[in-house]
């Protein structure tokens, strides 16, 4: 296999941008610190009675992994913009948006699956019950996946802004509303003990639809950044 081929390239670029995120963990964890915080404060604020919680579970939950996703966005591209990485990336040869998700798949595996994985322990403090727990693990995986893709794109449109996150966050959010509604509305129905499959399949869709739009979208924004 040539080195220069896609999928060497894409995996090339995965191993290099893990071993620079293990090097600032601190900051790669952040979004997990709040999104943990943010979650478990809410039985504290309000009236501990289960039903109330089980009521405010869906929207804290999801309301937090979007903020979650857009403290972690100006992370994406900022470094490599500044040093020279992503012109490099643009002259490679290999098809740019191939490897903007590439990247992309190594900002979900460092923010949106840590979420992922803790979310248990969120319900389980919103009062969620244990067999909600495969409805509301299925909407965030896809969710956060959505919502990687999406913030590649605000983060491509930003690259030559500097603490541009404000403008990124109010650029994202409308995207991200979406992805918010129909999986607040999947975690609202598994939480409730009823099918939750119709919200989950049009989540999948707009997963699907993003991972197929997004990078080319992102890669478009990233060209005209470094010109």
């Known amino acids: 296999m040539n080195i220069s081929s896609p999928g060497q390239a894409a995996l090339l670029l995965v191993r290099r941008d893990l071993r620079l995120a293990m090097r600032k963990g601190g900051e790669w964890l952040q979004p997990l610190f709040f999104f943990l915080v943010v979650t478990t404060l809410f039985p504290l604020a309000l ?70 994985l803790t979310a248990p322990l969120a319900a389980t403090a919103l009062g969620a019950p244990y067999g909600a727990m495969p409805g509301i693990l299925a909407a965030l995986l896809l969710g956060s996946v959505a919502l990687s893709l999406i913030g590649a794109i605000g983060a491509g449109l ?31 129905l598994a939480i409730a003990q009823q099918p939750y499959d119709a919200p989950l399949y049009l989540l999948a869709a707009m997963t699907v639809l993003a991972a197929t739009l997004a990078p080319l979208a992102a890669a478009a924004a990233v060209r005209i950044g470094v010109e």
Do not use: Y
């Open 158 to 188: 930003m690259l030559n802004i500097r603490r541009g996150g404000t403008l990124l966050a109010l650029l994202v959010l409308p995207l991200a509303t979406p992805v918010l509604i129909f999986g607040a509305r999947a975690t609202s």
């Open 47 to 116: 009236d501990p009675q289960l039903s109330r919680l089980r009521d405010i579970a869906p929207g804290a939950l999801w309301v937090a992994a979007l903020l979650s996703s857009l403290l972690a966005l100006d992370l994406l591209f900022r470094e490599d913009g500044s040093d020279g990485s992503l012109e490099q990336l643009v002259i490679s040869g290999v098809p740019l948006a191939w490897l903007l998700l590439a990247k992309t798949a190594v900002h979900w595996l460092l923010t949106g699956l840590p979420l992922v």
